[in-house]
């Protein structure tokens, strides 16, 4: 049974909301719609990877933008913001050590000079 926006009360994604096979441009809804139809059981990844002609390594990465970010996870505009380079996620950021010059106008005090 569908509720007025089309959605199933089961949860299911109606297969008409997926988008079409030969889609070249993603936008956030269409991935979306991907990504919702493999959770929901409607359709495998090895399915979804096969008719949108995606990499599992692509469609993984949607749907781990998706659970970790929502819906902005999956904007291409905003990719750079939600990754961490792989250095950066395997280890704490390192603080720099200041190095200090010696101040050629600066006396030296009498326990430095002896």
């Known amino acids: 049974m569908k509720t007025l926006s089309g959605e199933r009360l089961n949860g299911t994604v109606p297969m008409e909301s997926l988008p079409h096979p030969n889609t070249k441009r993603w936008v956030v ?14 359709m495998t990844i090895e399915e979804a990877c096969r008719v949108y002609q995606l990499s599992e390594e692509e469609f993984l990465s949607w749907q781990r933008a ?39 106008l600066r006396q030296a005090t009498p326990s430095e000079v002896s």
């Open 29 to 42: 809804r269409r991935k979306a719609g991907v990504v919702a139809a493999v959770r929901s059981g409607d």
């Open 66 to 104: 998706f659970e970790i970010h929502g819906l902005a996870g999956l904007r291409t505009t905003r990719i750079q913001q939600y990754r961490l380079s792989r250095s950066a996620r395997a280890a704490p950021p390192r603080r720099q050590k200041r190095r200090v010059e010696p101040n050629p």
